[in-house]
């Protein structure tokens, strides 16, 4: 695939880069359509055991180009933004949390808008030393967006969410690891290298189990203890039949290396 979205598969994982590098990888409703098919392509896929995203050039995202939200008709009504959330981010952040795999984003530079955003619905997120998240949107009289609401206060808490929102402030990468807001900050020239090296790794691992997981944090969110136990016994009673929890104990007992499938229990 090429265009403003490069897809590029590897043993066990996929990469999908984000790439008009010239418009720092800002969205248009085509590169929209370009990612949902290289996202379609990823969860079709037998082979595919972890995603991960990043962007080309100087940045990994800034947001929306708001070159294609230019009236020519300055009487023209306003655009619906709300209708751009409901037909392209909110689809693509439900994705990106529902995809039965890890989803890593390596941040290469700029986060801003719902780019940032869009980092933070993936699973793991490690960042450039030299890559600044933004919560531009303050600055164009809007609100956060892409799930940045649900995200920030969640990650960072009450205080620091409000202030990143309302300020738009740039938060650099080693201010974000400091914060939670992230996994992980990377040296610039061991970024790719090492956000590789952990989807390889991802690949290995039982993926069954790893999607689990992350449905199960998810709700945890919204859960209190007695449901949260709750589920915790049902998840478990389902991943405990599956093969690679079978191989986990073999491998466990008898020293060796597990050698996971990552298929789901049949």
Request: hydrophobic share 40%; with cysteine.
């Amino acid at each position: 695939m090429t265009g403003s979205i490069l897809v590029e598969e590897e043993a066990g994982h996929t990469r999908v880069i984000l790439n008009r590098p010239e418009k720092l990888n800002t969205f248009n409703e085509a590169m929209h359509g370009e990612l949902r098919e290289a996202l379609d392509r990823v969860e079709a896929s037998d082979q595919c055991r972890a995603l991960l995203i990043t962007g080309a050039g100087r940045g990994f995202c800034a947001g929306q180009d708001l070159g294609d939200r230019v009236q020519a008709d300055p009487d023209s009504p306003p655009p619906d933004l709300g209708s751009t959330l409901e037909q392209f981010y909110n689809p693509l952040v439900r994705r990106l949390r529902a995809l039965p795999m890890p989803v890593i984003c390596a941040v290469n530079g700029v986060a801003a808008g719902a780019g940032a955003n869009i980092a933070l619905a993936c699973d793991i997120v490690l960042a450039a030393r030299s890559a600044k998240f933004i919560q531009a949107f303050a600055k164009l009289g809007l609100v956060p967006d892409a799930g940045g609401t649900y995200a920030l206060p969640r990650l960072i808490g009450p205080a620091r969410a409000r202030g990143l929102a309302m300020l738009a402030e740039p938060l650099s990468a080693e201010r974000a690891e400091q914060w939670g807001l992230i996994w992980k900050v990377v040296d610039d020239d061991k970024l790719m290298e090492e956000a590789d090296a952990l989807a390889a790794h991802l690949a290995t691992q039982p993926t069954f189990g790893l999607a689990q997981t992350k449905r199960i944090l998810d709700a945890s969110l919204s859960n209190n203890l007695d449901e949260q136990l709750d589920l915790e016994r049902d998840f478990q009673r389902r991943a405990g039949t599956s093969q690679d929890y079978a191989e986990g104990v073999s491998a466990f007992m008898n020293k060796r290396a597990p050698k996971f499938t990552g298929k789901p229990p049949k």
